[in-house]
């Protein structure tokens, strides 16, 4: 069946350096969505890319679809204290709705 | 956004009961939600998918007679955890996409109901 994979599993940084986050699908996604996770919450939407190549920025957070849309990433510059949580991706390969999760990268920050 | 609701938040229960879990989507109709399993630092496990009207659609290897699932309406789909053992001790979420106000898919998560089976 459909995987997806993504690295790192834990990365701790210094406050003000940069941070990326890689997504490996298994096969061709029609999107692929992020998600971040609080400790103790639930996950909570941060965008959806749909298009090949595709590369959006959210202020410190960049997004990047493959051109074969098959791998993704998300790089925050500059990483801040509230940028703490564990980010996931999550890819479709059809118009369900269905997403496959990412194992997710889990962020500390050290001030 | 869009909101949904998980009730409980919490519940412990003994092994062999039956645990019912609610989720709601609040402000908008959901023909479709899914449940998640969670473990501790772990992704989200997808479960099933709940289709309001009909019959939830499985993943390989979920077993649908031991997680129970029914869509009675635009708003409520409820995951019933039968003869519950510790090992299905876990954080279970929802999520539902509002199809109505984002063409992108974009799923609401409910806020994940945390069992634990004595």
């Known amino acids: 069946g459909q995987q997806v994979m993504q690295i790192p599993q834990y990365q701790h940084v210094q406050e003000g350096e940069d941070f990326t986050t890689y997504c490996n699908s298994s096969?061709?996604?029609?999107?692929i969505q992020w998600y971040k996770q609080r400790p103790g919450g639930h996950p909570v939407f941060l965008i959806q890319?749909?298009?090949?190549?595709e590369v959006k920025k959210q202020k410190r957070l960049t997004f990047q679809f493959g051109e074969a849309k098959k791998n993704s990433s998300l790089h925050i510059t500059a990483t801040q204290t509230t940028d703490v949580g564990t980010y996931f991706c999550?890819?479709?390969?059809?118009?369900?709705?269905?997403?496959?999760f990412g194992q997710g990268t889990t962020l500390q920050v050290k001030p | 956004g869009a909101v949904v609701s998980q009730h409980p938040s919490r519940v412990i229960c003994k092994s062999g009961t039956s645990v019912k879990i609610e989720c709601r989507s609040l402000?908008?109709?959901?023909?479709?939600m899914f449940w998640y399993r969670q473990f501790p630092k772990k992704s989200l496990m997808l479960m099933a998918t709940?289709?309001?009207?009909?019959?939830?659609?499985?993943e390989q290897g979920v077993e649908k007679d031991k997680f129970l699932i029914n869509h009675a309406s635009l708003t409520l789909s409820t995951l019933t955890v039968t003869s519950a053992h510790p090992e299905d001790s876990s954080f279970y979420i929802c999520?539902?996409?509002?199809?109505?106000?984002?063409?992108?898919?974009?799923?609401?998560f409910g806020p994940g109901t945390r069992l634990t089976v004595l």
């Open positions: 999520s539902a996409p509002n199809l109505g106000t984002s063409h992108y898919n974009e799923q609401f």
């Open positions: 096969t061709t996604l029609s999107n």
């Open positions: 890319l749909v298009k090949s190549g």
């Open positions: 999550a890819g479709s390969s059809s118009n369900t709705g269905k997403l496959i």
């Open positions: 402000d908008f109709q959901a023909t479709t």
């Open positions: 709940s289709n309001e009207g009909s019959k939830a659609t499985y």
